[in-house]
T-cell receptor, first 111, second 117 residues
Framework: QKEVEQNSGPLSVPEGAIASLNCTYSDRGSQSFFWYRQYSGKSPELIMSIYSNGDKEDGRFTAQLNKASQYVSLLIRDSQPSDSATYLCAVNKAGGFKTIFGAGTRLFVKA | GAVVSQHPSWVICKSGTSVKIECRSLDFQATTMFWYRQFPKQSLMLMATSNEGSKATYEQGVEKDKFLINHASLTLSTLTVTSAHPEDSSFYIC?????????????FGPGTRLTVT
């Protein structure tokens, strides 16, 4: 079992729709959770971080965390073609030293 | 805030030569910096973790004598690819963690594209 698992996609949604990206993790003691966006040929960019159960909203982005189910998700409302990228889920393991990245989900938003 | 720079952004070198890549945190101090490598259409691969003033910790399978890492200050880490070969051609990305941050956020540099001919 991978430490951080994501569906590789591609996930294709029409412009204006909600894109839902999911991630599961194996270390039950994990404390910090992140979503990064990576455009093709570029480095990852931190877009959301979440530390407690529930939802956290920032503009069109909502991160959701359920520690009991060891599940993190990212919702992108009103998806735009510029949202087309690979989204990386990252989890900071218990003890805080190392951050584990998922392989990423490719998202395509069709105009 | 939380800006990380890398230099150079791209480099072409001949097989057998060495290349140094610099990673700087511009507006914060970084206790820990990370070096990643990414091949086309593949995932990020952590190569090593460096802490200021101490030796880097390398991931399994990464040759520490080939990829030399120095974290000389709280704002600068360098990766030197020694005796580079075409198979070392890749996208090298550093990231840094804020010394003040208790939330373990990592900020990435823009990356360095290395081509070995």
């Amino acid at each position: 079992q991978k430490e951080v698992e994501q569906n590789s996609g591609p996930l294709s949604v029409p412009e204006g729709a909600i894109a839902s990206l999911n991630c599961t993790y194996s270390d039950r003691g994990s404390q910090s959770f992140f979503w990064y966006r990576q455009y093709s040929g570029k480095s990852p960019e931190l877009i959301m971080s979440i530390y407690s159960n529930g939802d956290k909203e920032d503009g069109r982005f909502t991160a959701q965390l359920n520690k009991a189910s060891q599940y993190v998700s990212l919702l992108i409302r009103d998806s735009q073609p510029s949202d087309s990228a690979t989204y990386l889920c990252a989890v900071n393991k218990a003890g805080g030293f190392k951050t584990i990245f998922g392989a990423g989900t490719r998202l395509f938003v069709k105009a | 805030g939380a800006v990380v720079s890398q230099h150079p952004s791209w480099v072409i070198c001949k097989s057998g030569t060495s290349v140094k890549i610099e990673c700087r945190s511009l507006d914060f101090q970084a206790t820990t910096m990370f070096w990643y490598r990414q091949f086309p259409k593949q995932s990020l691969m952590l190569m090593a973790t460096s802490n200021e003033g101490s030796k880097a910790t390398y991931e399994q399978g990464v040759e520490k004598d080939k990829f030399l890492i120095n974290h000389a200050s709280l704002t600068l880490s360098t990766l030197t690819v020694t005796s580079a070969h075409p198979e070392d051609s890749s996208f090298y990305i550093c990231s840094a963690r804020d010394v003040q941050g208790l939330n373990y956020e990592q900020y990435f540099g823009p990356g360095t594209r290395l081509t070995v001919t």
